[in-house]
């Protein structure tokens, strides 16, 4: 499907003409590159937690302490963590770009929405790499 | 004068958009509190296996399907999205390729299902060892 410029809702995006980096283009180009990554980092998660040996009934927290004792699963909840929350946020931008009438409840929803995803990539991070399995 | 033109009404194509949509934001809303639960591992054990034992209640775990019914619809759209814009006969088959995602998500969604419900369905329904 081809979008021209003319037909995004989006307001005072460059044109493309113009040359040089363009964001509406590798933000739409990033949706599509995280998305295929989350594919097996998403489904994974899922199938390992909730399907698997006994899904979410086995998991407590010695099952987080065991898992996160290994660098792997530490760096795969890492990667879904920030590329999930970017692709989410991102994905939620372009929605409100599309729905927000004013100028004024553009800035505000967009504020709420960049607020509060970078407050759980920030503590998501911290906890994965302060987690201290021998915690009384 | 006929109403034609007035509203847009695409065929079954656009509600996969629709759905795209609801189920994006749906489970980036999820993301938000999974994050806030999972990091009650640095308050205690004991805090962090109280509300994990909330998703394994029957409620929560029903609840858990729909969201990994939501996620798994997304990424198969998201699959045939990226084939319609990359894929040079992607546009010619995207009816197809929209019921060949369906049916898979029925394919998945059937034994998904089972497993994620048995400790349910059993201390529901089932006789007491
Ligand atoms: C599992 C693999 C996933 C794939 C393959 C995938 C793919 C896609 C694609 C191709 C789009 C369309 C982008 C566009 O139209 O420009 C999209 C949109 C979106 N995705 Fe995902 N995604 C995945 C996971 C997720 C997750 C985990 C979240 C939530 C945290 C999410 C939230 C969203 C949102 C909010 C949108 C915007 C929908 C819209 O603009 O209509 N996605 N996704």
Not at chain 1, 17 to 46: C, D, P, Q, Y
Not at chain 1, 82 to 92: Q, R
Not at chain 2, 3 to 11: A, F, H, K, N, P
């Amino acid at each position: 499907m081809t979008v021209t410029q003319h037909d995004l809702a989006v307001p005072n995006t460059r044109s493309p003409s113009r040359g040089g980096r363009n964001f509406e283009k590798t933000s739409w180009i990033f949706m599509r590159a995280s998305g295929l990554v989350l594919v097996l980092l998403v489904l994974g998660h899922l199938l390992i937690m909730n399907v698997l040996d006994g899904g979410v009934q086995r998991i407590n927290f010695a099952f987080v302490a065991g898992r996160w004792s290994s660098p792997f699963w530490q760096l795969w909840d890492l990667t879904v963590l920030w590329l999930a929350m970017l692709h989410g946020t991102n994905g939620l931008r372009v929605i409100i770009n599309d729905y927000a009438r004013s100028g004024k409840t553009r800035f505000w929803l967009r504020g709420v929405l960049y607020t509060a995803s970078a407050a759980t990539i920030i503590l998501g991070t911290l906890v994965i790499f302060t987690f201290d399995p021998n915690l009384a | 004068m006929a109403s034609v033109g007035t509203l847009y009404r695409g065929d079954i194509s656009m509600w996969s958009w629709v759905a795209q949509r609801i189920t994006g934001v749906a489970v980036l809303f999820f993301l938000y509190v999974h994050v806030l639960d999972t990091a009650l591992v640095r308050v205690s054990p004991a805090a962090y296996d109280d509300v994990i034992a909330s998703y394994k209640t029957p409620l929560v775990n029903f609840m858990e399907v729909g969201l990994v019914g939501a996620v798994l619809f997304h990424a198969l759209n998201g699959l045939r999205v990226i084939a319609v814009d990359f894929w040079g006969k992607g546009t010619r088959y995207q009816k197809q390729m929209l019921w060949t995602i369906v049916a898979v998500w029925v394919l998945i969604m059937v034994p998904a299902t089972y497993f994620m419900t048995l400790h349910t369905i059993q201390a529901l329904f089932g006789s007491t060892p």
